[in-house]
């Protein structure tokens, strides 16, 4: 392409941030991220803004390369014919290119009296609804924690230390990514904050009521704020912009990001669907596909085929309060390994990964390109998955 080219980034997390600052690599191509608050949410901390440890925020000025235009809007319709995106507030802005990283949000919970009466903390809108809920409410007061992935860990054992009565519901067993011996660290970490751990079929929740939770055993547990942390969702904004989806509402691409209905659309994060065959939603995945969605967009401006991922989720760190947490080890497929870091140790690693996550943002922005992992990084189940799928394709013609 000659002359300068436009590049729309909607939403400012993660895979959004890195993504619109290694695209400034090139003088040519300006820069626009479309984002609803005008404060980065650091996703990872949230729990920690719920128990009042920290407040969850990043001022876009210390994570943003200069230069780039930072619109705060939110995107209601992506036009693919005419390469625009519409706003709320109704203007619109054109795009030579976009980038879909819309991320994720909580999921809409089907259990009866759920969305009525439960609190959920995936988004900053929602932990500070639920911080000034539970600071109203009597330190005494029961809290229900359901859902035992890392939101549901991390929020049980930062209100247990700062004094509250939790019971977590697990639904299933605590921590389901975690090996059994992590899985056990978690648990006695969680037991030494005085956390309840219901784990099992007959600790699913049946329905939720202004003061109590049901259970599938007939049980009905007091709780005065209940916690929902189970699932994840994404926005539909994809699908009401006429692209293809997967079923959950992730944007479908190919194996460089790009969008299998345009090409000069491209995906990262949470939203991103490559190959059917989505990452787990995480941070982890985030900043390896924000980087390689801005790689697919210089490699098409500069003409040249963009290259397919490489990437791998190697670990899931989890903090158990403020004095110990779980760093645990996985093969490149994601799927844990015996090792871990537990305990004291597990907090600091866990620390350092959350204020590293900030730093390698500002990185990015500070020299463009700097970002660059490993070519050992990759999941070669993934590609046998892949390369079974095409065969199976090929057979069927």
Not at 143 to 151: L, Q, S, Y
Not at 253 to 264: G, H, K, Q, Y
Not at 355 to 364: H, I, Q, T
Request: charged share 20%; hydrophobic share 45%; proline share 5%.
């Amino acid at each position: 392409m000659t002359g300068n080219t436009d590049v729309v980034v909607i939403g400012g997390g993660y895979a959004g941030v890195l993504a619109a600052n290694r695209l400034m690599q090139r003088d040519d191509v300006t820069v626009t991220l479309i984002n609803p608050r005008p404060t980065f949410v650091d996703r990872i901390r949230l729990h920690q803004l719920v128990g009042g440890t920290h407040d969850a925020v990043v001022d876009y000025r210390d994570i943003l390369a200069g230069g780039i235009w930072l619109v705060v809007d939110t995107v209601t319709r992506i036009d693919a014919a005419e390469r625009r995106v519409m706003l709320a507030t109704g203007g619109t802005i054109g795009y030579d290119y976009l980038i879909y990283a819309v991320g994720s949000g909580s999921a809409d919970p089907s259990v009866p009296g759920a969305a009525e009466f439960a609190y959920q903390i995936a988004s900053l809108e929602e932990a500070q609804r639920l911080r000034a809920v539970l600071d109203a409410a009597p330190a005494r007061e029961a809290v229900t924690v359901i859902g035992a992935g890392p939101a549901g860990i991390e929020t049980a054992a930062e209100l247990a230390e700062a004094g509250r009565a939790v019971t977590l519901l697990c639904g299933g067993v605590l921590g389901p990514y975690l090996h059994p011996r992590g899985r056990r660290s978690v648990a006695k970490q969680l037991a030494r904050l005085g956390v309840t751990v219901l784990d099992g079929p007959d600790a699913t929740v049946t329905a939720v009521t202004r003061d109590t939770v049901q259970l599938a055993d007939g049980r009905e547990l007091p709780s005065a704020v209940t916690i929902w942390t189970a699932g994840f969702g994404v926005p539909d904004l994809a699908a009401r912009s006429g692209l293809s989806t997967d079923a959950v509402g992730r944007l479908l691409t190919d194996e460089t990001l790009t969008s299998v209905d345009d090409a000069r659309i491209v995906a990262a994060g949470d939203s991103a669907a490559p190959s059917d065959l989505p990452y787990r939603m995480s941070c982890q995945a985030a900043v390896q596909l924000g980087p390689h969605a801005a790689d697919t967009v210089l490699s098409r401006i500069a003409g040249k085929q963009p290259a397919p991922l490489h990437v791998a989720l190697s670990a899931q760190c989890i903090s158990v309060g403020r004095r110990a947490g779980i760093y645990q080890f996985a093969h490149r497929d994601d799927t844990a390994m015996m090792l871990y870091i537990g305990g004291r140790p597990g907090a600091k690693v866990k620390e350092f990964v959350c204020s590293g996550l900030v730093k390698m943002l500002a990185k990015e922005a500070c020299k463009p390109g700097s970002l660059n992992w490993p070519a050992w990084i990759r999941d070669d189940k993934r590609q046998q998955l892949l390369q079974a799928r095409r065969g199976e394709a090929l057979a069927t013609r």
